[in-house]
């Protein structure tokens, strides 16, 4: 049930009451991922990206389906984290290998890292498994030598 009201709240944005509701669900129910997969979306919500990125890593120690890899991966990408970013990719695309998010997210590691080739490659990848405004961007940025930002 706290799990259920958490999520509602997040889902209505009151991310602070949703917050208590999300950590007594963890509290109550610890091995419950999609509890921990709620309160990471929360506290990413309210900008509290570490703890966001221990309660996807929690996620993602309690599920077999990589459920929070994207999350996670973004995360790191956007603090800075291009090697951790690239590993967590490369370890659940094995799962998820048509996740525009982890695909995206590598693309953001891979540019990060200097590598350009490999960055476009998995911008193109992201692109034609979502052909969205900002895949698009990436891609087209990346393959005519552009820089990005994020």
Known sequence: MEFCIANELYNKKDYNLAKI???????????Y??????????????GE????????????AL???????????L???????????????????KKLPNS??????????EYLLGNKSEAT???QKAYSLEPSAITEKVYFRLSNNLPISF
């Open 21 to 31: 509701h999300a950590l007594k669900a963890t509290e109550l129910y610890p091995r």
């Open 33 to 46: 991922f999609f509890s921990w997969y709620t309160l990471g979306k929360i506290y990413y919500a309210v």
């Open 49 to 60: 990206n570490d703890a966001a990125m221990l309660a996807f890593e929690k996620t993602l």
């Open 63 to 73: 599920n077999d389906f990589a459920l929070g890899s994207g999350e996670l991966s």
């Open 75 to 93: 995360l790191l990408v956007y603090e800075k984290k291009p090697v951790e970013a690239k590993n967590v990719t490369q370890k659940y695309l």
């Open 100 to 109: 525009t998010e982890l695909w995206y997210a590598t693309a953001l590691a």
């Open 121 to 123: 490659a998995a911008a």
